[in-house]
């Protein structure tokens, strides 16, 4: 069975930035996808950034210049960076794995974590 662990939420200022990770097992990373999910009040759940084995990134139109999705294959561990954060940023964030990229856009992931919650104020 996967595990997908999240770290690194907080609280910012608008401007400010944070790193999230994600420590998986369980999970052959070999073929599928991984991402980072996010969950806003009142809103429904959205894909925000992906990674492929190889590296191939993919990012909502919403951060794409202000975050950065990276994996680490030797510690089982995938991270996003996110510079420039703003109110409309403040979620609750996801990691999450499919078999598909376009499943995690889709909000279907095959897994997924606890979340890690993300605010910035203004």
């Known amino acids: 069975q996967a595990r997908l662990v999240e770290s690194g939420g907080g609280s910012v200022q608008a401007g400010g930035s944070l790193t999230l990770s994600c420590s998986f097992s369980g999970y052959k990373f070999s073929s599928g996808c991984m991402g980072w999910l996010r969950q806003a009040p009142g809103k429904e759940r959205e894909g925000v950034a992906t990674?492929?084995?190889?590296?191939?990134?993919r990012y909502a139109d919403s951060v794409r210049g202000r975050f950065t999705i990276s994996v680490d294959n030797a510690k089982n561990s995938i991270g996003l960076q996110m510079i420039n954060l703003q109110p409309e940023d403040t979620a609750m964030y996801y990691c999450?794995?499919?078999?598909?990229?376009?499943?995690?856009?889709?909000?279907?992931?095959?897994?997924w974590g606890q979340g890690t919650q993300v605010t910035v104020t203004s």
């Open positions: 990674i492929i084995r190889d590296g191939t990134t």
């Open positions: 999450a794995a499919a078999p598909f990229c376009s499943h995690l856009y889709e909000n279907r992931p095959q897994y």
